[in-house]
């Protein structure tokens, strides 16, 4: 029944030579002096603290286990079944413990389970670097103890009538059943009652590069229920887990869904992930700096719902915020600085760590080439902040200093917010005013 959509399409960047040694030399060439001097007077600084909820899953294979119970797992797998359990590409907390509580407890069942990167275009679009991907999250054979299966290869399974084709990584779709695992939260495109979850995984994670690049041409918002769709009633999903993080990014909720269930639980959970979801509480802003940015941090680098969705998908602005300046990539992004476009300013330190191979990928998978314009580099710390801060009134000036987009339970906020902070609820401000301290080569000293 389904032959005629079981050709193989591999990825069209297989095989394409990187071109990253070349752009890396080019992107450490920053200017050795600018025409004019970067400095500008500082403001003071105080640290404040946003209250969040913390409740949090203690053991992750004790919930797994229960989980598993409730929705009657055991009576849909068999003893001998290859089951291919998805691991993604962001950085999920305590990821590594559940895909392992799920192999443990799918071979104590008698069934062979195995890993599949389930990441679309990341890792650089190939097999090897997918794996590298997974293993920086703890995800590797000897810790789950069980193959991983990477592969580009993708299998189509179908079309939507407005001839959208739908894909499937091939070891998946030719497993005896395939158990969905991710995080359901808020996303950096999709708009309204659906965003990442056990939908997306399925849809754009599993249909690899030809998946991902299919739909991002076509239309994400417009294609995205559709595809889910047909590829539920296509592909051998026998259960999903859902996962939920807080405002801290600690495992919240954990979630068995079954097949039938699993739009209403993205759904769901949707709102509940939104209510966790952190915030700055001040707007407008003159100046906010990002320490670090990075893939695991958001699938855009920088969390538009954050900074303003306006700076990822145009329009007017969602939030008024008039520089911001990223200082750092991630280790975990593996050089993928998708999203670095949204920024006014970064350092030299973050443009020399990009592999402008797989940000190139990403892009042009997803579209989103707004996201790989290279902002101004500046050779340090002090001097990208320097200049974020040069329009502006020291006495006056609006600024936030974060770690990153994702953990925003401590601010640093210019004294000009102080007074504003004490009267915002859940906001606490600590200790007295300090100034920004940096090394002898420029690089601040401490944050967030």
């Not at 708009?191 to 754009?204: D, F, H, Q, R, T």
């Not at 303003?308 to 329009?315: S, Y």
């Not at 974060?402 to 906001?427: C, F, G, I, K, Y």
């Amino acid at each position: 029944m389904l032959g005629r959509w079981r050709t193989g399409v591999k990825s069209p960047l297989a095989g394409a030579r990187p071109f990253r040694h070349t752009y890396h030399a080019m992107a450490t060439q920053v200017p050795a002096r600018l025409p004019v001097p970067i400095s500008a007077p500082f403001p003071r600084f105080l640290v404040a603290r946003q209250r969040f909820p913390d409740e949090a899953i203690g053991d992750v294979a004790a919930a797994v286990a229960g989980e598993l119970q409730r929705v009657g797992a055991q009576d849909l797998f068999a003893p001998g079944q290859r089951i291919a359990v998805t691991a993604g590409s962001r950085g999920i907390h305590r990821i590594a413990e559940v895909t392992r509580a799920m192999v443990d407890w799918l071979r104590g069942r008698g069934a062979q389970p195995f890993v599949v990167p389930a990441m679309g275009s990341h890792g650089g679009a190939s097999a090897q670097g997918q794996l590298e991907v997974l293993a920086s999250y703890g995800i590797t054979e000897a810790a789950m103890g069980c193959p991983v299966h990477s592969s580009m290869e993708a299998v189509e399974v179908g079309a939507t009538p407005s001839g959208y084709k739908v894909y499937c990584d091939r070891y998946a779709f030719e497993s005896d059943g395939i158990v969905l695992v991710n995080r359901v939260k808020p996303h950096t495109i999709l708009v309204g009652e659906l965003g990442s979850g056990l939908l997306k995984m399925l849809a754009i994670g599993l249909g690899k590069q030809a998946g991902a690049d299919s739909i991002h041409q076509r239309g994400l918002q417009e294609n995205f229920l559709l595809a889910a769709r047909l590829a539920l009633g296509r592909v051998p999903v026998r259960l999903g887990l859902a996962l939920v993080e807080n405002s801290f990014d600690h495992l919240a909720r954990l979630e068995a869904v079954l097949p039938g269930q699993i739009e209403e639980a993205d759904r769901r959970l949707l709102e509940l992930a939104r209510a966790y979801l952190p915030t700055i509480p001040f707007d407008p802003l003159d100046v906010l700096i990002v320490l670090q940015m990075g893939k695991n941090i958001s699938g855009a680098g920088m969390d538009p719902n954050v900074i303003g969705m306006h700076r990822r998908l145009g329009g007017p602005p969602t939030r008024e915020i008039g520089r911001i300046a990223a200082l750092d990539l991630t280790p975990e992004s593996h050089g993928n600085a998708i999203g670095v476009g949204m920024a006014d300013l970064i350092t030299a330190r973050l443009q020399g760590k990009i592999d402008f191979y797989a940000t190139a990928v990403n892009a042009v998978t997803s579209g989103f080439l707004g996201g790989v314009k290279l902002p101004l580099a500046l050779r340090t710390d002090r001097e990208a902040i320097a200049l974020a801060l040069k329009p502006y009134d020291p006495a006056r000036v609006r600024a936030v200093v974060v770690r990153d987009t994702a953990h925003l339970d401590t601010l640093w906020l210019s004294e000009p917010l102080a007074h504003e902070a004490r009267q915002t609820p859940n906001v606490v401000v600590e200790g007295g005013p300090f100034e920004l301290a940096f090394d002898g080569e420029g690089g601040l000293s401490a944050g967030p």
